[in-house]
């Protein structure tokens, strides 16, 4: 689960940087019922409110689901991270999710990926984006918390890891 504190700064572990610009929510706040069942024990959303999406760290980028609403950031450790952007249809995704990198590449840290039209968005049910870590047996504990972040400046969640 994640520990949610009112600040990051005091915790030691691999910090994340945000991939997006936007709030930080706990997944219960979520629109979708899906997503805010809580179902995801390692995810949170982000409101998005800037249509840049980055890449959070030195990693293997794929794109998959339905016009690449899904993103997935693979780190050489093994880690991975996901983000599954808010449904649309498949001629609003056309329009709505440009890639600016090739599915299964090599990316680094901070560089462009994913350009969003939000005003498309705007018309669906939310600008919620769903950040979630993917099950690592590695990973001890995972902490956010909730507020603005600005892509890439701002870490998203910090993850302590069991020592070798």
Not at 23 to 31: A, N, S, T
Not at 34 to 52: R, T
Not at 120 to 138: D, E, G, I, N, Q
Request: net charge positive; aromatic share 6%.
């Amino acid at each position: 689960m994640i520990q949610w504190l009112s600040q990051l700064s005091d915790i030691s572990g691999l910090a994340i940087s945000s991939p997006a610009t936007g709030l930080i929510k706990p997944l219960v706040e979520h629109p979708d019922p899906i997503y805010s069942s809580n179902i995801l024990p390692q995810a949170i959303c982000i409101k998005l409110q800037q249509g840049l999406l980055y890449a959070p760290f030195n990693c293997q980028y794929s794109s998959h689901l339905f016009c690449g609403r899904r993103l997935r950031f693979k780190h050489q450790n093994g880690l991975s991270l996901q983000l599954d952007l808010p449904q649309l249809t498949l001629e609003e995704a056309n329009h709505t999710i440009k890639q600016l990198v090739s599915n299964n590449s090599q990316v680094k840290a901070g560089q462009p990926i994913v350009r969003l039209d939000l005003q498309h968005f705007a018309h669906s049910a939310s600008t919620y984006a769903v950040l979630m870590l993917l099950p690592h047996p590695a990973v001890t504990a995972v902490f956010s918390s909730e507020r603005h972040v600005d892509a890439v400046k701002d870490n998203v969640m910090i993850i302590q890891i069991k020592s070798k």
